[in-house]
């Protein structure tokens, strides 16, 4: 059984930059896709990057794409999510999720119902 632990999240002012980090732990870390997601709400929780087992395709929706980046750390059983240039409509629950199965693109996995493995989620909220 795998277990995602989010942490890093907290209150910032528009512009600046925090960093998530998930740590997993019970299983082979270099085996899963991950990805981090966000949810406000209210609303359905969506993605906010993707990437695959070997750490080198990467995916980001437009919203995010040029300020948010995530890397993979096999050796610290650890995905990162880097937020820079943060605006007020970030301001959400993040979970990161992994997965070990192929499925889509073969790459990473961008929907909800196609992760296995969820954290617990980390408050982000940025002030306008």
């Known amino acids: 059984q795998v277990q995602l632990l989010e942490s890093g999240g907290g209150l910032v002012q528009a512009g600046d930059s925090l960093r998530l980090s998930c740590a997993a732990s019970?299983?082979?870390?270099?085996?899963?896709?991950m990805g981090w997601f966000r949810q406000i709400p209210g609303k359905e929780r969506v993605p906010v990057a993707a990437?695959?087992?070997?750490?080198?395709?990467?995916y980001y929706p437009d919203s995010v794409k040029g300020r948010f980046t995530i890397s993979k750390d096999d050796p610290k059983n650890t995905v990162y999510l880097q937020m820079d240039n943060l605006r007020h409509e970030d301001t959400a629950v993040y979970y990161c999720?992994?997965?070990?199965?192929?499925?889509?693109?073969?790459?990473?996995?961008?929907?909800?119902?196609?992760?296995?493995?969820w954290g617990q989620g980390t408050q982000v909220t940025v002030s306008s």
């Open positions: 019970g299983g082979t870390f270099s085996r899963y896709v």
């Open positions: 999720a992994a997965d070990e199965r192929v499925l889509g693109n073969g790459w990473y996995h961008l929907k909800e119902d196609e992760y296995t493995y």
């Open positions: 990437i695959s087992r070997n750490g080198r395709i990467m």
